[in-house]
């Protein structure tokens, strides 16, 4: 989620985003979080921290397709953005990242060969998770 100041009008730039929810591979079953999305039909709930600060934010949902990821330049990003207004008494502003500039071609997450074993997977992006 980026922090804007209209929500309906902002296309994302100058945001400091910063994650919410995340899913990325298991390596006990060997799965990917878009058999979640496969699962429930391309839907995905999370909870919006209660303690974040209220106003206008985009939400930023993103797959990321790692099939030609084995090589630089071969991660393919698909993601949309949501318009939201967050109520209530939160206080908090979390840090974050800004777009471009937060993930590189050479991080791990994205440049990696899923046709091998994968004894663990790194989600790109900022590691915290603001949970509230």
């Not at 979080?33 to 496969?38: I, K, P, R, S, V």
């Not at 391309?42 to 600060?53: E, H």
């Not at 106003?55 to 330049?73: D, F, M």
């Not at 663990?120 to 590691?127: A, H, L, V």
Request: overall charge negative; proline content about 6%.
């Amino acid at each position: 989620m980026g922090k804007v100041t209209d929500a309906k009008t902002a296309d994302g730039s100058g945001a400091i985003w910063f994650k919410v929810d995340e899913e990325g591979y298991d390596v006990p079953t060997k799965t990917w979080g878009t058999m979640t999305l496969n699962d429930n039909c391309g839907k995905r709930t999370f909870t919006v921290p209660s303690s974040l600060a209220p106003g206008n934010y985009l939400l930023r949902a993103e797959v990321i397709a790692l099939h030609a990821a084995s090589s630089s330049g071969g991660a393919q990003f698909y993601m949309s953005c949501y318009q939201l207004e967050v109520t209530g008494s939160g206080t908090t502003n979390p840090s974050g990242v800004s777009f471009p500039g937060a993930y590189s071609a050479s991080d791990p997450g994205i440049l990696i060969n899923i046709n091998q074993d994968i004894a663990s997977y790194i989600i790109p992006g900022p590691t915290d998770v603001f949970t509230g």
